[in-house]
């Protein structure tokens, strides 16, 4: 839950939906609106990649895991590189933690370059593969 200045709660107004956010650009086609939905797709990339995680991290694919005998953290390896990797390329994290939404100049410098979801999954198995020692 974010916070204001002074420490008390706020809450986020309720998710835009695909349909609202291209509303959104049909009203007011510019440079920037187009700009900010690049960011909300990147950023809804980013939680899927949670997502998947944490998917993973559930009791029935845990059940799985220990049914075949596979240990967890070569399970989940891929899964936690990508999402880490990802996490590393957010301005705001490179920054570091914030309370607040404020001006785009509190979330520090931009990430050196975006990664696509199938260099994030290369990564994440030479990643695997290194914890597995092959």
């Known amino acids: 839950m974010p916070t204001t200045r002074s420490g008390r709660s706020r809450s986020f107004p309720p998710a835009l939906t695909k349909a609202e956010l291209r509303a959104l650009y049909e009203r007011c086609p510019t440079p920037e609106v187009k700009r900010l939905l690049w960011e909300i797709a990147r950023l809804q990339a980013l ?5 998947d995680l944490a998917d993973m991290l559930a009791p029935t694919q845990l059940d799985q895991l220990l049914v075949a005998e596979i240990p967890l953290e070569t399970a989940i390896a891929p899964y936690l590189h990508a999402l880490r990797t990802a996490l590393k390329r957010e301005a705001c994290v490179m920054a570091g933690r914030i309370d607040y939404p404020g001006p785009a100049s509190d979330f520090g410098p931009q990430p050196e370059r975006a990664i696509s979801a199938g260099e994030a999954r290369r990564e994440a198995e030479r990643e695997a593969r290194r914890l597995r020692g092959g």
């Open 47 to 51: 939680a899927q990649r949670a997502q």
